[in-house]
């Protein structure tokens, strides 16, 4: 993965993580975000890349569009969410102003609905998704 972006990092097989990525496909009208599932191969190898966990999937990842010389600013948690609502823009554009809360007061939310989120919304079918949407907007 040395040049692409922006692309979202997010749970496939959490319910309420495919959910969101289907709003967000359905809102980027103009196709500028890209997706793969945390699980996925070309996800994993981006984290190892970075030193990151390679179980960790209750949090999601932005990664800006940059090069493989430039060092990338990744986002986690609602920062991640925040900045992938911002580049699809559409009326759900208008939840990124959330950000303006600090981080403290948002990831403690974050990570209580990660951690129930699989009892609330089930597993998540990333198939589904590829069969939806253009399987261009997926890394694989």
């Given at each position: 993965m040395d040049v692409f972006g922006p692309v979202l990092l997010f749970d496939g097989e959490c319910g309420l993580c495919v959910r969101c990525v289907r709003l967000l496909l359905v809102t980027d009208r103009r196709n500028r975000l890209r997706f793969?599932?945390?699980q996925g191969g070309a996800a994993q190898v981006f984290l190892r890349e970075q030193g990151l966990p390679t179980e960790d999937f209750d949090t999601m990842v932005y990664v800006p569009e940059s090069t493989a010389r430039q060092k990338r600013t990744l986002l986690f948690r609602t920062d991640a969410l925040f900045a992938a609502l911002r580049v699809v823009g559409g009326g759900w554009m208008i939840l990124s102003w959330m950000r303006v809360l600090p981080r403290a007061w948002r990831d403690p939310f974050y990570r209580v609905v990660?951690?129930?989120?699989?009892?609330?919304?089930g597993a998540g079918d990333v198939a589904a998704l590829y069969a939806e949407?253009?399987?261009?907007?997926?890394?694989?």
């Open positions: 793969a599932p945390l990660a951690k129930w989120r699989r009892r609330l919304f949407f253009p399987i261009e907007r997926f890394l694989p």
